[in-house]
């Protein structure tokens, strides 16, 4: 395993992607594989991990929702402003499909984004379900429109496209699209269902998870799933690897270590 | 001793009440919060394993950034971070089904609190208790109870009045005079000492213009602490009677043998689980016994302490 790597980055530009949700772009020249992720220490507050959604010549974008204080202070930094990054980490997405369908889940679409880019400039374009409680809160979806794929709108609240969950429409457009391979983040109640019926039709796949993240690099143990660190074997794992993984979709580890039902 | 074949290098051990398969141990508070990853660490090859240090209540933990990796090295301020011992009970259930060697570690702020840690460990079917003298960043805990000889014979004392199973001290580097804990531990009736916890250590990011942890100060291990513990090994050697187990910056199998020639019976790993990952436990069996063959070593036995002046 290889030394981390630390780098410290100013902000360099904040653009809204969603209600409660910013895109922030750091100048840097950290190479991300899609589906990996970077812990960020916002200095005084807390580090804390994100997925890469842009990586571009130069530049990292994250795209972040406000959730609590460091996701806040995140978001309320101002250009010019210095973080410091740990990684890339973990294990990315696996780039086979030739027809590859995303299935995003409010900012789960983060990471899928960075997927798509790099699919689409391997000249590879598929079909992007994105869901999100209501039209407000839909993330991202004008830069997967941009990059030239299908994307397919489902709100729970009905206000913008199909009225129900992206699993809901994912079952639904399985029946008219011709797809290789799905990969999917999102709520974990969500990840579930889509794995369920991904495997009704035999679709292979991966999905992104999230545990509680202290180090972010395999030895505090406080991102584990069973027998596997979602820092380390993941976050993205097989469907095939999440169907022998019994805590998937069940329970989670607290700060202290303590297992919790997921609600 | 279990028997060897004839040419092959003998690396088990009959230790305290303990049968272990080789002398490696996987070192407390890495991956050893769960059944599940703890489990991983003795089917990789592990003789034994070492949880968490368990408290009486749930711990979340210092704020993050708790790791920081130094080139040769790792700092960490995790805070002791624990589910307590209550809620532990489910993972030590799961392990006791097992034939996992599991020793306990426990932390508490008084001797009382260590001996009710260490009942409970004991009922959960611990195999030996480790006493947690040295931890450098949680405040009121750890260093900070560990680093005078008079408070360290309190607690083992304690202890060792209220468990039957073997109680190991673990001792902390951060002091003048690491033989006056070793004697008081023993003195007191711990079964062997573990030598070292971390060592208190800080890092500034210049850019930043802040202590890289949020602790401030954390503790340093890794390849970094492997002379300071090498040096603690070989002074404790030279005082005391009961085994010792070593620890810090243990990598390789030849780091094993330094450590071993130094005077420890059995070693712990910790960092290096993170730097080659969870198979290092069969890599340093190889590398001991490659060693051993090499050198014509029979048993560990032959190569403990020859450093020390007759
Ligand atoms: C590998 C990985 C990649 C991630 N990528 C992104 C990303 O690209 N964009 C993004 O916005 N977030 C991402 N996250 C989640 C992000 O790290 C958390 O939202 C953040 O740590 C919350 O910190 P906080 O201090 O703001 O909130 P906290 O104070 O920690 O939490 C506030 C509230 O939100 C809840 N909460 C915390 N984390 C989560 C979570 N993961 N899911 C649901 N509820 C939660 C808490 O229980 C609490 O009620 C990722 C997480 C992981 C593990
Ligand atoms: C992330 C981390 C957490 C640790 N947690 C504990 C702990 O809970 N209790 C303890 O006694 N030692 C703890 N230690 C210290 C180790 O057990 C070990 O003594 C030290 O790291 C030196 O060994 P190494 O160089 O092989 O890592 C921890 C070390 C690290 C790196
Ligand atoms: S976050 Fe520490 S092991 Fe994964």
Redesign the interface.
């Known amino acids: ?1 290889s ?2 790597t ?1 780098s ?1 980055s100013r902000l360099i530009q904040k653009k809204n992607a969603a209600k409660d949700c910013f895109s922030l772009f750091f100048e840097s020249q950290i190479q991300s594989s899609p589906g990996q992720f970077l ?1 960020i ?1 916002i ?2 507050v ?3 991990p994100m997925s890469v959604s842009h990586c571009r010549n130069g530049t990292i974008g994250l795209t972040v929702k406000v959730l609590g204080e460091a996701t806040e202070a995140l978001c309320n930094l101002e250009e010019g402003d ?1 973080v ?1 990054f ?1 990684g890339p980490f973990g294990q990315g997405f696996k780039l086979e499909a030739k027809r590859p369908v995303l299935v995003a889940g409010g900012v789960g679409s983060a990471p899928l984004l960075l997927l798509a880019s790099t699919y689409s400039s391997m000249g590879v374009k598929g079909d992007a379900i994105i869901g999100a409680k209501s039209k407000d809160e839909l993330t991202l979806i004008q830069e997967f429109e941009n990059l030239g794929w299908n994307v397919y709108i489902a709100t729970d609240d009905g206000s913008n496209g199909f009225k129900g969950t992206a699993s809901d429409l994912l079952e639904k457009k399985l029946k008219v699209l011709t797809l290789d391979f799905l990969y999917t983040c999102g709520p974990e109640k969500m990840l579930f269902e889509v794995i369920r019926i991904a495997e009704s039709v035999n679709l292979p796949g991966q999905a992104a998870l999230e545990r509680l993240m ?9 991102c ?1 799933i ?2 596997k ?1 979602v820092c380390r074997d993941g976050p993205v794992f097989d469907f095939k690897e999440l169907r022998k993984i019994s805590e998937f979709g069940k329970a989670k ?7 919790r039902p997921s609600v | 001793m279990p028997n060897a074949k004839q040419g092959e290098p003998d690396i088990g051990l009959d230790f305290l009440d303990m049968k272990l398969n080789n002398p490696f141990i996987l070192a407390s508070g890495i991956l050893g919060e769960t059944a599940d990853l703890l489990l991983s660490a003795f089917k990789a090859g592990a003789g034994a394993v070492v949880t968490k240090s368990i408290g009486l209540e749930p711990r979340d933990g210092h704020r993050n950034p708790t790791i920081y990796s130094t080139p040769d090295g790792m700092m960490n301020a995790m805070g002791l971070p624990n589910p307590g011992i209550e809620d532990f009970k489910r993972e030590m259930d799961v392990l006791r089904k097992t034939d996992a060697v599991v020793i306990g570690s426990v932390f508490a702020s008084k001797p009382n609190g260590f001996s009710i840690l260490a009942k409970k460990m004991q009922d959960y079917g611990a195999a030996a208790v480790e006493l947690n003298l040295s931890c450098p960043h949680a405040r009121g805990y750890g260093t900070e109870i560990g680093s005078t000889p008079a408070s360290v014979r309190r607690i083992v004392k304690s202890v060792a009045g209220s468990v039957s199973i073997p109680v190991l001290a673990k001792l902390t580097p951060n002091t003048s005079d690491i033989c006056s804990l070793g004697l008081a531990a023993q003195e007191a009736g711990a079964k062997a000492v573990v030598a070292i916890n971390t060592v208190k250590a800080m890092r500034i990011d210049p850019l930043i213009k802040r202590p890289v942890l949020a602790n401030r100060y954390g503790g340093l291990s890794g390849s970094a602490v492997k002379p300071i513990g090498i040096r603690c090994v070989y002074e404790l050697f030279e005082v005391l009677t009961i085994p010792i187990i070593g620890v810090g910056g243990i990598a390789t199998g030849l780091d094993a043998v330094e450590y071993i020639m130094a005077g420890a019976t059995a070693l712990q790993i910790g960092t290096a689980v993170q730097t080659r990952g969870v198979k290092v436990f069969s890599y340093l069996q190889d590398e001991l016994k490659e060693f051993m063959r090499k050198e014509n070593y029979g048993h560990l036995s032959e190569m403990r302490g020859i450093v020390h002046e007759p």
């Open positions: 395993m030394p981390e630390v410290v812990m220490w200095p005084g807390d580090e804390i210095r410091r740990r202290k180090c972010g690099i395999g030895i505090c143990g406080s584990a069973n027998q660190l580890r607290d700060a202290a270590g303590r297992l």
